[in-house]
């Protein structure tokens, strides 16, 4: 029976698997079948297991959030002590790296369960410098863009003001709705005064 090798962490952190690494949509990728040799190299009694429901399906889906995919590798007896047994999780994503909800294939989920063995393996230190800042926040995120208001042309300027004396239209209602130029937030401003009466 082979034993598994004496490999710390800081060993396994040292292993390079660059030449197994592709760049896809600005991400690194890792294989799944480099870094399992790779890894089985380290610990050939290694195993991993794909989580699955009480249904036995491989994935856990939540209808507003998404799909969770799951697996777990154990070390049996590293360095000659306990079993060590890692759990990770992967959503399914779309082509965009954006979780699916509603319209994952089984394609979609067994290329997550494979992704998810990959970062799996990186708790143990095989290739973790690649997800290195993967949980850091965002440098920039992007700005939320308010909605611009249309403006108002000052014939339709002029007929709002005449629905508004008449009472069909309010003066906030037109403000909240059009991007008003100076002149005419000043007519706003005197047609409120003489409705207060100053």
């Given at each position: ?13 040292k292993v390079n698997v660059n030449s ?81 909800v509603n319209t994952a294939t089984m ?44 403006s108002l042309l000052d014939k339709d ?42």
């Amino acid at each position: 029976m082979e034993k598994n090798k004496s490999m710390s962490f800081d060993d396994m952190l040292k292993v390079n698997v660059n030449s197994f690494t592709e760049k896809k949509g600005g991400l690194t990728y890792l294989s799944w079948a480099n870094a399992w040799t790779e890894f089985k190299k380290c610990y050939p009694m290694a195993t991993y297991k794909v989580i699955k429901t009480d249904e036995g399906k491989p994935y856990f889906k939540d209808e507003s959030l998404g799909i969770m995919c799951h697996t777990e590798v154990t070390v049996p007896q590293i360095n000659n002590g306990a079993d060590l047994t890692y759990e990770m999780w992967l959503p399914v994503m779309d082509f965009r790296n954006k979780a699916m909800v509603n319209t994952a294939t089984m394609f979609d989920i067994n290329k997550t369960i494979m992704r998810c063995l990959v970062k799996n393996l990186a708790m143990f230190g095989l290739g973790l410098y690649i997800y290195a800042g993967e949980d850091l926040p965002e440098e920039s995120k992007p700005s939320i863009k308010k909605a611009v208001k249309p403006s108002l042309l000052d014939k339709d300027f002029d007929r709002a003001i005449e629905t508004i004396k008449e009472g069909k239209y309010s003066s906030n209602e037109l403000e909240s709705r059009f991007n008003l130029s100076p002149d005419q937030q000043k007519t706003i401003i005197n047609l409120k005064s003489k409705k207060n009466g100053k």
